[in-house]
C-alpha cells in the first residue's frame, strides 16, 4: 500500500515549539514498521517554523514573514537532522523535498517531482515533503500542509492519506463545548452542510484546521484516495488505520485514482 502521511506541528512539538522527542521517537518507529512491511511510505511534515521559533529561543511564534522565513530555515534543517538521525536506526535512509506552489501546478516541474518521488520509492528510501517556507510567503500567510498532503497523495496514486493532527477526528458538535458531540466514523462525501459548518465562527468543525481538512479530503477522495483524520498523539493507532479497523473519521475515495 501506497501511504502519504502528514504530521501537523502540534503533533510533532511541545508547545514551548521544542521537539516532542518521545512522540517523534515513536513515531518514527512505526513508521520504520510499517515500511518494513511492505508499505511505501511518503510523510508530509509540517513544524519547521514551530521548530524553528524554540531553536532561536523565540519568546512567540512570529507574524512577520521574514522572521517566519527565518525560523522555517533553522527549523527545517533540525527537523531533518532528527528525522535522518531517528530512520537511520532502523535502517531506513530519507530524503528531503522541499516545494512551492509553482512546483505543483507548472507541469514541467510537477513532472520532475512525480519522477523524482517515484524514484525514491524505488530505491527504497523516505521522501519527507515540506512547503518550501522560507520563499513561499502564500503557503506561510494562508497555505496548510493537509492540502499539499492531499495534492502530494493525489499526484502519486496513494492509496491512502492520513492527516495527523491533535484532534481525534470529524464530529457532529465542538466536542470542547458540547458534551454531546459524537465522533463521525466514516463520511461518504464532503457535503455543503459539512463544508458550511467547518466556516462557521465557533463551530467545532472550524477549529482545529477543520475546514482545511475538509477540503484537502475533496482533492484525495476525488482522486481515488482514501484519507483519515487521527489523533497523532497515538502512533500506534496507524496500524488500526492501515488494516482499515475503525479510528479517527475516515473519508471514503470516490475518484478515479492515478496510476
Known sequence: MRIVIKIGTSTLTHRSGHLNIRRVEHLCKVFSDLKNAGHELVIVSSGAIGVGVGKLSLKEKP??????????????????YIYDKLFAEYNHTVAQILITGDDIESPKRAENFHNTIF???????????NENDTIAVDEIVIG???????????????DLLILLSDIDGLFTADPQRDPGAKLIPVVEAVTPELEAAAQGAGSALGTGGMQTKLAAAKIATGAGVEMVIANGTRPDALYDIVEGKPCGTRFLSKGEKKA
Open 119 to 129: 524514484r525514491l520509492l524505488e530505491l527504497g528510501a523516505l521522501p519527507i515533503i
Open 144 to 158: 496548510d500542509n493537509d492540502t499539499l498532503g492531499a495534492i502530494v497523495a493525489s499526484t502519486i496514486g496513494a
Open 63 to 80: 507574524t512577520d514573514i521574514p522572521t517566519k522565513q527565518a525560523a522555517a530555515a533553522v527549523g527545517q534543517c533540525e527537523l531533518m
